[in-house]
């Protein structure tokens, strides 16, 4: 990206984690103002599904429209206005696990409702039907590095059709032969809208370009963040990180989200 690209809005936060559920929880744990909840939330409730779906969906579903429906409305914009992105390392990796054991074993009882559960772009469906939205929408996955792919993604599209986008990022507990794949415990998602202007929503402000050369995660900077199990969203937590710093305490260089071993997303955060 030679180009300058232009400078993009940040509004709607959203954060949810058993230890963290909610930004204001996670803002206040992250800038050690506060503490992490105590039992932790069991999974959310996302209220944008009827209560017998609510109770039907996978955790990776409630935890993806638990934010999805947080950030929107942090934003004050109307979901059915919003094109979405979503990002997943794996999808429902229980599922999927439960899917492969089933078809080898008795394939016959395969359950209907878990077979629909199992897509990747799963949680974005449900997104989409439930609020009406009828934007654009992208299920995106990228291994280690998912959020920042999204976040690219949600970038360019914001920039190029000058129109605000949802942006979430989820992942649940990886379970079975499949945790050889990917380590990912818990649950954890974080939530964003991107808008190409500035209004009295905005919570930062971010200029972002493309870095090539050797590319490494940013360390976590809190006890908070740090003491969450891994997660395969996890390349979240450094932004949430310096936007939960914001205003007062802006960060000086910028933040390096890598996209492979060899490309960073960089981003600069403002007030």
Known sequence: MSAKTPTLYIEGLAFWAPTLPGWDVARAAFRGEGAPADPPARRPSPQVLAPAERRRAPDSVALALEVAG???????RQAADLPCVFASAHGDLAINDYMCSTLAAT????????FHNSVHNAAVGY???????MQASNSLSSFDHSFAAALLE???QCAADA?????????AEAVGPLRQVHVSEGLLAGGLVLSPERNERTVAAMDWSLVP???????LASDAARALPPNAIGDLLPLFEA???LPDR???APLHMPLDAQLSLALRLAP
């Open 154 to 156: 949600a970038a360019a």
């Open 107 to 114: 394939p016959t009882q395969l359950s209907p409702i878990k």
């Open 243 to 245: 936007l939960a710093q």
């Open 163 to 171: 129109q605000p986008v949802l942006l979430v990022g989820f992942d």
């Open 70 to 76: 947080a950030a929107v409305a942090a934003s004050g």
């Open 213 to 219: 050369g050797p590319a490494q995660r940013a360390p």
């Open 250 to 252: 802006p960060a000086a």
């Open 127 to 133: 997104w989409t039907i439930g609020t009406g939205c």
